[in-house]
């Protein structure tokens, strides 16, 4: 899988390959959230999860502003009603934290997979500079991690906002 997403112009997702992006002067997009993100129940859908601090660190390492990005719709896609998770060997042999159990999958099989057809409201804030160009000082793990939080407050407004303004989920 990594060989065809390298293909497609994906990286595997870390730390370093971020660094190394960023210094070429490439956008990366970054989910700070994780797996949690993605793996929430339909009864957490739209609470952004707390947010990993790498984001921050890089942000302030290689002085690149962070451009927040709400989504909207996609939670419902696949509504999680719970998960599965598979004894180790198969996690290790398939790469994955959990299955989904969907309303749909794995109850009507492959069909089950199939996305439902929900229309996503996509929103960029405007850029977060959080480094400080007169301060030679690193902050502390508290000072990032509040930094983190703010960016995190600041999706979940936007997320809100877009919320407001939706007429329907398809």
Known sequence: MADFYNRLGSTVASFQNARRLLEMGEVVGIFPEGV?????????????QPF?????RLSLMLRVPIIPAAVVGAEEIYPIIGK?????????????P???LTPLFPWLGPFGMIPLPTRWRIRFGAPLRLYDTRSAVA??????AAMS???RRR????????L???ESIF
């Not at 793996?39 to 859908?45: D, E, S, T």
């Not at 999706?155 to 877009?162: N, S, Y």
Request: cysteine-free; hydrophobic content about 40%; overall charge positive.
């Open 36 to 48: 949690e993100g993605v793996a929430k129940g339909i009864g957490q859908r739209y609470r952004v």
């Open 52 to 56: 990993r601090t790498g984001f921050t």
């Open 84 to 96: 599965w998770t598979p004894p180790a060997a198969v996690k290790n042999l398939l790469s994955i």
């Open 98 to 100: 959990y299955l989904p």
């Open 139 to 144: 902050p502390t793990r508290q000072r990032i």
């Open 149 to 151: 939080e703010r960016v």
């Open 155 to 162: 999706v979940q407004a936007m997320v809100h906002e877009l």
């Open 164 to 166: 407001a303004r939706r």
